[in-house]
T-cell receptor, first 114, second 114 residues
Framework: GAGVSQSPSNKVTEKGKDVELRCDPI?????LYWYRQRLGQGLEFLIY????????KSGLPSDRFSAERTGESVSTLTIQRTQQEDSAVYLC????????????FGPGTRLTVT | AQSVTQPDIHITVSEGASLELRCNYS??????LFWYVQSPGQGLQLLLKYFSGDTLVQGIKGFEAEFKRSQSSFNLRKPSVHWSDAAEYFC????????????FGSGTRLQVQP
């Protein structure tokens, strides 16, 4: 079946602009995660959605970052007033449920802020 | 707080040689441990995972890892490396209860020489 998909694959934006990144999880997966991967570094947790529960936003680095998810489907990560330090690959992952630690990752969106 | 350390940033091995990538973790309870591989331009692919039971786990592509509680380690091994194994490898530990995100190490980049 289809895996996790993300769009766009690449995004170049000017400093100060807003960007929106999209993630389509695997159908039926109730849990969805966003991570950030800066160049040469590991993944940093950003936000976690599980079903209709309140999301875990503890990893969001600032109030410029926000994310939404409609039910158990698509999620969007929005970065307002982008800064150069926001340049990174943003990865989305999903799991079948809250007890499932095995995360399936999308290919990521490479964001470059100029 | 949980953490993962991958002490080797970059490793070069010859094709056909054996490989061991080191991973040490800090976690207050029995951890859930993972190894992921990331090829250039690709998302992360799960190689193997440890939840409980046999401390030697087998994964895909001929990889295995051994959980050693006394050493807080989960090293990844392969007896004979192939050129296609060149990639970045990430060790990760499962989250605290109630927060399902993974904590990742900073990665080890593997280069394979012909």
């Amino acid at each position: 079946g289809a895996g996790v998909s993300q769009s766009p694959s690449n995004k170049v934006t000017e400093k100060g602009k807003d960007v929106e990144l999209r993630c389509d999880p695997i159908s039926g997966h109730t849990a969805l995660y966003w991570y950030r991967q800066r160049l040469g570094q590991g993944l940093e947790f950003l936000i976690y959605f599980q079903g209709n529960s309140a999301p875990d936003k503890s990893g969001l680095p600032s109030d410029r970052f926000s994310a939404e998810r409609t039910g158990e489907s698509v999620s969007t990560l929005t970065i307002q007033r982008t800064q150069q330090e926001d340049s990174a690959v943003y990865l989305c992952a999903s799991t079948p449920g809250p007890g499932g630690y095995e995360q399936y990752f999308g290919p990521g969106t490479r964001l470059t802020v100029t | 707080a949980q953490s993962v350390t991958q002490p080797d940033i970059h490793i070069t091995v010859s094709e056909g040689a054996s490989l061991e990538l080191r991973c040490n973790y800090s976690y207050g309870a029995t951890p859930y441990l993972f190894w992921y591989v990331q090829s250039p331009g690709q998302g992360l692919q799960l190689l193997l995972k440890y939840f409980s039971g046999d401390t030697l786990v087998q994964g895909i592509k001929g990889f295995e890892a051994e959980f050693k509680r006394s050493q807080s380690s989960f090293n990844l091994r392969k007896p004979s490396v192939h050129w296609s194994d060149a990639a970045e490898y990430f060790c990760a530990v499962g989250a605290l209860p109630g927060r399902r995100a993974l904590t990742f190490g900073s990665g080890t980049r593997l280069q394979v020489q012909p």
